[in-house]
């Protein structure tokens, strides 16, 4: 019974990793990250919800009359 050749197992791993990571560089480089945190300024702006424009009382179960 033939014996599993394995001379090329090396450079085929060493070459898929070279591959592997140049296109995950290629992948990373083409997003865009801003220079500086502090620096950009986003305005938030607060949408009103519905129970937050009227009063409303939540009761304690042992506060009602019974």
Do not use: C, G, V
Request: glycine share 0%.
């Amino acid at each position: 019974m033939p014996q599993l050749d394995t001379t090329t197992w090396s450079i085929t791993i060493m070459s898929m990793i070279l591959t592997l990571f140049i296109l995950f560089q290629l992948k990373i480089s083409k997003n865009h990250y801003p220079h500086d945190a502090e620096a950009s300024t986003k305005l938030y702006y607060k949408t009103p919800t519905p129970w937050e424009k009227k009063w409303t009382k939540i009761y304690s179960p042992l506060s009602l009359p019974q």
